[in-house]
């Protein structure tokens, strides 16, 4: 079993949808928790950062930990044509040098 | 965000010969700088920790002689893939945290395209 589990779809959503992401993970260590946006042959893009449990709301994009089922969610409202990318979900234990990536889900959004 | 400069965005070479890609970081300091590898439709892979001032940290099954790393400044880093071969072409990703951070941000570079014929 992987340590982090992200469904790699492909997604594909209407434009103006709320996209729904999410991980679910095994380590009970993690404490800190990341979303990454990829553009195709691109590095990562920070989107939103989290550490331990809750909500964390930026603009169109909210993020929320649920450390006691172990699963993380990415949400965006109005969803854009610009949005579709590959989103990639990444966590690491306190002090951890290293994060643990799930797989990414490609997102797509139509016009 | 910070940003993190990798370079060349696109490598084309022959088998056998090396490829270098750098990565700096451009407005801030960086003790620890990673580098990943990335297949098509997969996620990233840690192929090692580039220390500043000190031997890089390799994940396993990652060939340090196949795969050298230098980072002799806080603001650069260095790959060298030695000896390229077609089965190492690949996505390769570099990151950087602040030194400065106490949070785990990590930035990331554009990436480097390596097409090995």
């Known amino acids: 079993q992987k340590e982090v589990e992200q469904d790699p779809g492909p997604l594909s959503v209407p434009e103006g949808a709320i996209v729904s992401l999410n991980c679910t993970y095994s380590?009970?260590?993690?404490?800190?928790f990341m979303w990454y946006r990829q553009y195709s042959r691109k590095g990562p893009e920070l989107l939103m950062y989290t550490y331990s449990s809750g909500n964390k709301e930026d603009g169109r994009f909210t993020a929320q930990v649920d450390k006691s089922s172990k699963y993380i969610s990415l949400f965006i409202r109005d969803s854009q044509p610009s949005d579709s990318a590959t989103y990639l979900c990444?966590?690491?234990?306190?002090?951890?040098?290293?994060?643990?990536f799930g797989t990414g889900t490609q997102l797509k959004v139509e016009l | 965000g910070a940003v993190v400069s990798q370079h060349p965005s696109r490598v084309i070479c022959k088998s056998g010969t090396s490829v270098k890609i750098e990565c700096r970081s451009l407005d801030f300091q960086a003790t620890t700088m990673f580098w990943y590898r990335q297949f098509p439709k997969q996620s990233l892979m840690l192929m090692a920790t580039s220390n500043e001032g000190s031997k890089a940290t390799y994940e396993q099954g990652v060939e340090k002689d196949k795969f050298l790393i230098n980072h002799a400044s806080l603001t650069l880093s260095t790959l060298t893939v030695t000896s390229a071969h077609p089965e190492d072409s690949s996505f390769y990703i570099c990151s950087a945290r602040d030194r400065r951070a106490t949070n785990e941000k990590l930035f990331f570079g554009s990436g480097t395209q390596l097409s090995v014929l």
């Open positions: 990444a966590m690491s234990p306190p002090g951890g040098n290293k994060l643990t």
């Open positions: 380590n009970s260590a993690f404490q800190y």
